[in-house]
Protein backbone atom coordinates (compact mmCIF):
# COMPACT_ATOMS: atom_id res chain seq x y z
CA UNK A 1 0.00 0.00 0.00
CA UNK A 2 1.32 3.51 -0.79
CA UNK A 3 0.96 7.01 -0.14
CA UNK A 4 0.89 9.37 -3.22
CA UNK A 5 -0.21 12.94 -2.59
CA UNK A 6 -1.31 14.64 -5.77
CA UNK A 7 -1.53 18.06 -6.70
CA UNK A 8 -3.27 19.10 -9.75
CA UNK A 9 -3.13 22.44 -11.16
CA UNK A 10 -5.54 23.98 -13.67
CA UNK A 11 -4.17 26.28 -16.20
CA UNK A 12 -5.93 28.85 -18.72
CA UNK A 13 -8.73 29.03 -16.65
CA UNK A 14 -9.27 32.86 -17.09
CA UNK A 15 -9.95 32.69 -13.35
CA UNK A 16 -7.80 32.26 -9.86
CA UNK A 17 -10.35 30.20 -8.06
CA UNK A 18 -9.91 26.30 -8.36
CA UNK A 19 -11.87 24.89 -6.25
CA UNK A 20 -14.72 23.70 -8.73
CA UNK A 21 -11.62 22.29 -10.70
CA UNK A 22 -10.32 20.04 -7.50
CA UNK A 23 -14.39 19.24 -6.41
CA UNK A 24 -14.56 17.56 -9.99
CA UNK A 25 -11.09 15.54 -9.23
CA UNK A 26 -12.43 14.88 -5.46
CA UNK A 27 -15.24 12.85 -6.66
CA UNK A 28 -13.16 11.16 -8.90
CA UNK A 29 -11.44 9.34 -5.59
CA UNK A 30 -15.02 9.14 -4.24
CA UNK A 31 -16.30 6.99 -7.18
CA UNK A 32 -13.01 4.98 -6.96
CA UNK A 33 -13.65 3.74 -3.40
CA UNK A 34 -10.16 5.34 -2.70
CA UNK A 35 -9.14 6.05 1.23
CA UNK A 36 -8.17 9.85 0.46
CA UNK A 37 -7.83 13.07 2.46
CA UNK A 38 -7.59 16.24 0.85
CA UNK A 39 -5.41 19.12 2.24
CA UNK A 40 -4.92 22.92 1.43
CA UNK A 41 -2.58 22.10 -0.92
CA UNK A 42 -2.98 18.76 -3.10
CA UNK A 43 -4.66 14.86 -1.52
CA UNK A 44 -3.28 12.24 -0.18
CA UNK A 45 -4.29 8.77 -1.51
CA UNK A 46 -3.65 5.62 0.58
CA UNK A 47 -4.46 2.68 -2.16
CA UNK A 48 -2.05 0.56 -4.37
CA UNK A 49 -0.03 2.56 -7.07
CA UNK A 50 -1.92 1.15 -10.20
CA UNK A 51 -5.24 2.09 -8.42
CA UNK A 52 -3.68 5.43 -7.65
CA UNK A 53 -2.15 6.08 -10.62
CA UNK A 54 -5.69 4.96 -12.85
CA UNK A 55 -7.71 7.37 -10.54
CA UNK A 56 -5.22 10.60 -10.77
CA UNK A 57 -5.50 9.91 -14.63
CA UNK A 58 -8.98 10.44 -14.27
CA UNK A 59 -8.42 12.85 -11.91
CA UNK A 60 -6.83 15.00 -14.34
CA UNK A 61 -9.32 14.56 -17.03
CA UNK A 62 -11.92 15.93 -15.28
CA UNK A 63 -9.81 18.98 -14.71
CA UNK A 64 -10.10 19.21 -18.37
CA UNK A 65 -13.62 18.13 -18.86
CA UNK A 66 -14.21 21.27 -16.87
CA UNK A 67 -12.58 23.66 -19.36
CA UNK A 68 -8.77 23.90 -18.05
CA UNK A 69 -6.52 24.25 -21.36
CA UNK A 70 -3.72 22.63 -19.45
CA UNK A 71 -3.06 20.92 -16.37
CA UNK A 72 -0.12 21.07 -13.87
CA UNK A 73 0.22 17.54 -11.86
CA UNK A 74 2.71 16.64 -9.19
CA UNK A 75 2.38 13.68 -7.47
CA UNK A 76 4.73 12.29 -4.49
CA UNK A 77 4.95 8.66 -3.88
CA UNK A 78 6.29 6.76 -0.51
CA UNK A 79 5.84 2.87 -1.32
CA UNK A 80 6.98 1.32 1.65
CA UNK A 81 7.69 -2.71 2.03
CA UNK A 82 9.36 -3.54 4.90
CA UNK A 83 6.00 -2.88 6.87
CA UNK A 84 2.33 -1.91 6.50
CA UNK A 85 2.22 2.25 6.44
CA UNK A 86 -1.27 4.40 6.38
CA UNK A 87 -1.81 8.18 6.72
CA UNK A 88 -2.71 8.19 10.22
CA UNK A 89 0.49 6.19 11.23
CA UNK A 90 2.82 8.73 9.58
CA UNK A 91 1.54 11.33 11.20
CA UNK A 92 1.38 9.44 14.63
CA UNK A 93 4.86 7.86 14.61
CA UNK A 94 5.61 11.87 14.95
CA UNK A 95 3.29 13.28 16.76
CA UNK A 96 4.52 10.58 19.42
CA UNK A 97 8.14 11.96 19.19
CA UNK A 98 6.75 15.93 19.92
Not at 32 to 52: H, Q, R, S
Not at 54 to 79: C, L, N, P
Request: charged share 35%.
Amino acid sequence: MAIVEVALVPLGTKETSVSKYVAEAEKILKDEGLKYKLNPMGTVIEADCDKAFAAIRKMQESVFSKGADRVYTVIKIDDRRDKKASMEQKIKSVEDKL
